[in-house]
């Protein structure tokens, strides 16, 4: 079954350091998403990502974060300067159809010290 | 604003008893409703989705969800649990014709005793 591959699975990284999450979507998916989970809470969207640009984004979104697609089958979440409560578990998905049915990577947990 | 209500934070049951976990969401347009599940530390997978048609929707492993349009619900059964159906479980809602953006429910965790 294809998978969403998500490097590296966990990252310490010191505050204000830029950061880079990676992802390798679904071949065939044309939609691409990030997600986080901050320990304890819900799974909050932050961007997604469709035809080179970015589609919608939520307010977590802010200038901190970017994301990319940098050739044919990456696509990563950079945040520039890194704060402590960064600190969550992000999630790549991908869809076909960009109707939600989505398949997710198994996660980058980011701790921020 | 969407949001999505999940009842049960932690759920506990003997294996082959039923289960059914709550959810609502608040929208009042057309929308498209999944479970996902986390089993302990794997990534979500997609349980069922409902996007039209016969509300009651089968999904994998067993479960079947009910959209009851009425009650802004969509409510997650299983007639018969098993140990290795302990895990997370999480409703979430995206707006019909929308690019798939997801709204998730808190998650339940359900904890299944052999």
């Known amino acids: 079954e294809p998978e969403v591959t998500q490097t590296p699975s966990h990252q310490v990284t010191q505050m204000g350091q830029e950061v880079i999450l990676r992802c390798v979507p679904i071949?065939?998916?044309?939609?691409f998403y990030w997600y986080r989970q901050i320990l304890g809470q819900k799974v909050e969207f932050l961007v997604s990502?469709?035809?080179?640009?970015?589609?919608?984004k939520s307010e977590i979104f802010d200038d901190q974060f970017s994301v990319e697609r940098p050739d044919g089958s990456n696509f990563t979440l950079k945040i520039r300067s890194t704060k402590l409560e960064d600190s969550a578990m992000y999630f790549c998905?991908?869809?076909?159809?960009?109707?939600?049915?989505?398949?997710f990577g198994s996660g980058t947990r980011l701790t921020v010290v | 604003a969407q949001s999505v209500s999940q009842h049960n934070h932690h759920v506990i049951l003997s294996e082959a008893a039923s289960l059914e976990l709550g959810c609502n969401y608040s929208y009042g347009g057309t929308v498209n409703l999944f479970w996902y599940v986390q089993y302990p530390g794997q990534h979500l997978q997609l349980l069922l989705k409902y996007f039209s048609g016969d509300p009651l929707v089968k999904g994998i492993k067993g479960f079947e969800a009910e959209f009851i349009k009425s009650k802004f619900s969509f409510n997650l059964r299983k007639p018969s649990v098993q140990w290795s159906d302990t895990a997370e479980y999480f409703c979430?809602?995206?707006?019909?014709?929308?690019?798939?953006?997801?709204?998730f429910g808190k998650g339940t965790k359900l904890s299944v005793k052999p």
């Open positions: 990502f469709y035809n080179n640009e970015i589609s919608e």
């Open positions: 998905a991908s869809s076909e159809l960009g109707t939600g049915g989505y398949t």
């Open positions: 071949s065939n998916h044309l939609y």
């Open positions: 979430a809602v995206s707006r019909g014709g929308s690019q798939g953006n997801l709204i």
